[in-house]
């Protein structure tokens, strides 16, 4: 049974309709899996920070006892200095990673290279079409 014009076009419109709706879900999918590693980065990020300024509260503490045991005896200024210069360096150290975790721009990067490439290739269709 052969199918007239209307029920050719409402099929066609149903196919392409179907073809969008399953192209939409698979980049909403992907935005949602970005959103999650985004959350996921954000959270490290808030513990490497909490991390560095317990370390730099530990080591001005520290500093603090280095200053007030100068007038004591001998060796007690020695592991004062060292526990004070290695939490210090951890601090820094933590601090320098929590500043390149936030300068990285990944907010949706996959999502967005996908519908450009969609968008290309539209493009693309679109211009083939009108050479015919």
């Given at each position: 049974m052969a199918l007239g014009p209307g029920q050719r076009v409402i099929q066609a419109v149903r196919s392409v309709l179907g073809t969008l709706v399953a192209n939409g879900e698979t980049r909403l999918r992907l935005a949602v899996l970005e959103l999650e590693e985004e959350r996921a980065r954000l959270l490290t990020l808030i513990l490497l920070?909490?991390?560095?300024?317990?370390?730099?509260?530990?080591?001005?503490?520290?500093?603090?006892?280095?200053?007030i045991a100068i007038f004591w005896?001998?060796?007690?200024?020695?592991?004062?200095?060292?526990?004070?210069?290695?939490?210090?360096?951890?601090?820094?150290?933590?601090?320098?990673?929590?500043i390149r975790q936030a300068r990285r721009h990944t907010l949706l990067k996959d999502t967005l290279s996908q519908l450009a490439t969609d968008r290309a290739l539209l493009e693309q269709r679109n211009d083939a079409r009108q050479k015919r």
């Open positions: 920070a909490g991390a560095s300024l317990l370390l730099f509260m530990l080591a001005t503490a520290s500093m603090t006892a280095l200053v005896d001998s060796y007690r200024l020695l592991a004062i200095g060292a526990c004070a210069v290695v939490l210090l360096l951890a601090s820094v150290v933590l601090a320098a990673v929590a």
